[in-house]
Nanobody
Framework: QVQLVESGGGLVQPGGSLRLSCAAS????????MGWYRQAPGKERELVAS???????NYADSVKGRFTISRDNAKNTVYLQMNSLKPEDTGVFYC???????????????WGQGTQVTVSS
């Protein structure tokens, strides 16, 4: 079994910052890409940022220049630093992780439980 534990969400004023963390643990042989998704009220879940095992990153246009994704492979943890937050960033943020449980197995994907981010004055 693999578990993802997210933390760092909360209420912040426009222009403020938050840092999300997502730590993976359990039966993990290797971790590939890691990412953060956002689901705003009444909308579909969308990709915010992703990072490969080699630290190549990809961002949604709406967060470029404001958000930074990073990872610590030794800790199996992915981070999302969010600066200059806007009300439209509000939503539930989910991390996801592609991993293999054992050598030779096909990758699986695991989703975190979600953490609420609310940007409001």
């Amino acid at each position: 079994q693999v578990q993802l534990v997210e933390s760092g969400g909360g209420l912040v004023q426009p222009g403020g910052s938050l840092r999300l963390s997502c730590a993976a643990s359990g039966s993990i042989f290797s971790i590939g890409a890691m990412g953060w998704y956002r689901q705003a009220p009444g909308k579909e879940r969308e990709l915010v940022a992703s990072i490969t095992s080699g630290h190549s990153t990809n961002y949604a246009d709406s967060v470029k220049g404001r958000f930074t994704i990073s990872r610590d492979n030794a800790k199996n943890t992915v981070y999302l630093q969010m600066n200059s937050l806007k009300p439209e960033d509000t939503g539930v943020f989910y991390c996801n992780v592609y991993f293999t449980a054992s050598w030779g197995l096909a990758p699986s994907v695991k989703w975190g439980q979600g953490t609420q981010v609310t940007v409001s004055s």
